[in-house]
């Protein structure tokens, strides 16, 4: 049975870009590809704070919000939560797990990047 299954799995971790309001040179995000990581991986855990004490919503404020820290190095950077990931609050069981190359590839980072600065822009 065991031969069946994987006995591991690769977690790469690596870094947000160098120079993070750049993003990463040579890749061009993706809007429409940077909605469904949206949708089906951000607002998962943000939506409604189901899982998490920081909501995302389709609101035009929230998407001024991401966008105005993507670029930054601070708590609020998309940048810095997806690779780091947060710490819980003392007294809560929430927190933001790293994202690895394995659950989020530089391209769809830099996707949902594109998605956005987009929807901040409307």
Not at 27 to 34: E, K
Not at 61 to 77: G, P, V, W
Request: with cysteine; charged share 25%.
């Amino acid at each position: 049975m065991k031969s069946k299954y994987l006995q591991g799995s690769p977690a790469t971790f690596i870094p947000p870009p160098e120079n993070r309001k750049v993003g990463v040179p040579n890749i061009m995000g993706n809007a429409d590809n940077g909605k469904l990581v949206y949708d089906l991986s951000c607002k998962y855990c943000h939506e409604d704070e189901r899982y998490s004490f920081f909501k995302l919503d389709d609101s035009e404020i929230t998407f001024e919000h991401l966008n105005k820290h993507f670029s930054k190095y601070d708590r609020y950077s998309t940048y810095q939560v997806t690779r780091w990931g947060t710490s819980p609050i003392p007294g809560k069981g929430a927190y933001m797990p790293q994202y690895t190359k394995e659950r989020m590839s530089v391209r769809q980072l830099e996707d949902l990047k594109a998605y956005v600065v987009e929807q901040a822009g409307k």
